[in-house]
């Protein structure tokens, strides 16, 4: 099935470090959403998106959704260790009454001390 | 608890089995998805709930692969004639419906051997 494109596919940075990555559609999507996963567990929502140009900050975690609602970015700032996990941005088609989400392939983010 | 709830969290079972895979929604969600996700990939959407009813069931990849939820709260997924390539975490989410966020269960990890 169709997957999103999530840049980078990995990365690792230092603590303290600011990380950014983002999400491509070649459809448009009416919400964004970003999730962390960690081994072993389900993914878990850490921002919502529901206009085009939106800009939503949770703490440390900033996301975008673009005005052409075909992309989305996610900034961290000043990471931490427990940052570390994969994280999926996913796009949410609304059709009448059915509704699922399409998710990007995932940033593999490790942070080192 | 008050999250999403999958059960069992492992099943390993042999080609050729039939394997049910559950999941209790968070209370008060009329909306529940199944997805799929193979090692290092996004989740990919199966199947979704409104209510009773089956509202899009266009991801369920042939017709080995059922769900019912009969009477809007607790699903079923089933797995007829299991074959090697149904390996994958299967992921339950719930919602409150329409664009609401999505939750998730930590899945089932389903193995056949």
Redesign the interface.
């Known amino acids: 099935g169709q997957q999103l494109n999530q840049s980078p596919q990995s990365m690792f940075i230092q603590e303290g470090e600011d990380v950014s990555m983002n999400c491509t559609s070649s459809s448009i999507f009416n919400t964004w959403l970003w999730y962390k996963q960690d081994p072993g567990e389900g993914p878990v929502l850490l921002i919502a998106l529901y206009k085009a140009g939106e800009l939503t900050s949770n703490g440390r975690l900033t996301a975008q959704f673009g005005i052409t609602r075909k992309d989305s970015f996610l900034n961290i700032s000043a990471s931490i260790p427990s940052d570390v996990g994969i994280y999926f941005c996913a796009g949410l088609s609304n059709t009448g009454t059915a509704s699922k989400l399409t998710f990007g392939t995932g940033t593999r983010l490790q942070v080192t001390l | 608890g008050a999250g999403?709830s999958q059960t069992p969290s492992n099943k390993v079972t042999e080609k050729g089995k039939y394997v049910e895979l559950r999941c209790d929604p968070i209370s008060g969600h009329t909306?529940l998805?199944w997805?799929r996700q193979s090692l290092?990939?996004?989740?990919?959407?199966l199947i979704?709930f409104?209510g009773t009813g089956a509202?899009?069931d266009s991801?369920l990849p042939n017709d080995r692969f059922f769900a019912v939820r009969p009477e809007g709260s607790v699903s079923t997924l089933k797995i007829q004639r299991t074959e090697r390539g149904d390996s994958a975490v299967y992921?339950c989410?719930s919602?409150p419906?329409?664009?609401q966020?999505?939750?998730?269960?930590?899945?089932t990890r389903l193995s056949i051997l």
């Open positions: 999403v909306a998805y997805y290092g990939q996004g989740p990919e959407f979704y409104q509202a899009d991801g992921l989410a919602s419906g329409g664009n966020p999505q939750h998730f269960g930590d899945g």
